[in-house]
Structures are given as structure tokens and as C-alpha cells.
């Protein structure tokens, strides 16, 4: 079955610490893969997708995120969060011609000052 | 702001009862889709509508049904409510008759319908 897995539940961080959020989706044929932000009371937001090409690709806020198709993963990284990072971030991938999308359970970043 | 729009915001039902659940998608766009949020959990696909007809379908009961409007926007109906079926439900919109790869075709998601099932 096609799914994906977030290896952390609950990540706590302080302010200019590095991020690194796992991602590994299960399905073998090609694949778009995205990542979404849910901040606190707001909706879900793109932070970041990858079609093809250069598999290191970056999105808002200085996040960024590498495919490494061996590997069937997707993982997050950040070189410095801050406090406004807080927030749960989510994983997804669709494949096929449709954007069906297959969501992870989320992790959830909690920031200190 | 989102540019999907749904609503009711919150809504409280009772089991058994019925729902209806409305969006109107972001402007330009003519794909929707419905996806179940229950708590602590990922979005799960309902199914999506193109041309007033669904197209995809996640693994949910018949339960579930929907409908799209020649505006483009959309309703998921929910009938003989089950206590499991709180959650919150989301309407993502695309465009470019939501097929991939196309950079216009990411979804944007509205802010979503929480249900309550007493």
C-alpha cells in the first residue's frame, strides 16, 4: 500500500538550531513529493515540492529538501530555525497523472526562544 | 487568506444525522478535492471532482458522497454520521484539470470543516 512515514512525532528545538525532518514514502514507480506547513490556526501551506530534475530543492522560508530515490526519501532540513517555525509539517507525495495526494502523520516542531 | 473558501467553520452533529460541507475553490481552478483530517493524523483522500463528475476516490464508504457545481465549487455529504467521522475536512482546489507534472496543478487548501460527532 502506498503510504508515508514520518519518522518523528514531536520535535523540540531552540531558536538557530538545525532541522532535520525524516520522510520515506512507500511506492515504487515515479513520484512528486511535497512538503506542507500547518501553522498554528492557519490552513495547510506548500513549503516546498519536487517534480523532477535537481533533487535538492528549495521553498520558502530558507527550508529546503532532498529526494534521494534509493533511498525513497524526502527529508526536511532547515539550517537555522526560529521561533516562528513552530508549527506541524507534513509530508506528501502523489504519483500517476492526478495530484492525488498521500499524506504522513505529521511532526509537530515546537521552537523556544 | 487561502483563496478556498469553506464552510461552516465548526459544526456539531449528532450520530446518524447528515452533513453537508461546502467550498468554493481558489479562482481559476476547476479540480477539487476532499480530505479527512481526523486528530493527530495526516490528511486522508476522500475523493476529487472535474467536470462536475468524481474522478478519484479514496477507500471511504458510500457513505461519503459529493457533488461539483458547473461554478466549479463543490459539497461533500456525509450520511448516517458515525462517532469516528469527527474530524476535520479539508477542500484542496487545483487547476490545469489536476493532472501532473504542471507547475499550476500543487493544491491549495482552504482552512478546513471541523466536525463534531456527539
Known amino acids: 500500500a502506498q503510504s508515508v512515514s514520518q519518522h518523528n512525532h514531536h520535535v523540540i528545538l531552540s531558536e538557530a538550531a538545525s532541522l532535520e525532518l525524516g520522510c520515506n514514502y512507500s511506492?515504487?514507480?515515479?513520484?512528486?513529493l511535497f512538503w506542507y506547513v500547518q501553522y498554528p490556526g492557519q490552513h495547510l501551506q506548500l513549503l516546498l515540492k519536487y517534480f523532477s530534475g535537481d533533487p535538492l530543492v528549495k521553498g520558502i522560508k530558507g527550508f529546503e529538501a532532498e529526494f534521494i530515490k534509493s533511498k525513497f526519501s524526502f527529508n526536511l532540513r532547515k539550517p537555522s530555525v526560529q521561533w516562528s517555525d513552530t508549527a506541524e509539517y507534513f509530508c506528501?507525495?502523489?504519483?500517476?497523472?492526478?495530484?492525488?495526494?498521500?499524506f504522513g502523520a505529521g511532526t509537530r516542531l515546537a521552537v523556544h526562544p | 487568506d487561502a483563496g478556498v473558501t469553506q464552510s461552516p467553520t465548526h459544526l456539531i452533529k449528532t450520530r446518524g444525522q447528515q452533513v453537508t460541507l461546502r467550498c468554493s475553490p481558489k479562482s481559476g481552478h476547476d479540480t477539487v478535492s476532499w480530505y479527512q483530517q481526523a486528530l493527530g493524523q495526516g490528511p486522508q483522500f476522500i475523493f476529487q471532482?472535474?467536470?462536475?463528475?468524481?474522478?478519484q476516490r479514496g477507500n471511504f464508504p458510500d457513505r461519503f458522497s459529493g457533488h461539483q457545481f458547473p461554478n466549479y465549487s463543490s459539497e461533500l455529504n456525509v450520511n448516517a454520521l458515525l462517532l469516528g467521522d469527527s474530524a476535520l475536512y479539508l477542500c484542496a482546489s487545483s487547476g490545469d484539470r489536476g493532472r501532473i507534472p504542471s507547475g499550476a496543478n500543487v493544491l491549495t487548501f482552504g482552512a478546513g470543516s471541523r466536525l463534531t460527532v456527539l
Open positions: 511506492y515504487g514507480g515515479t513520484v512528486n
Open positions: 471532482y472535474y467536470e462536475e463528475e468524481e474522478r
Open positions: 506528501a507525495f502523489s504519483s500517476g497523472g492526478y495530484n492525488k495526494l498521500i
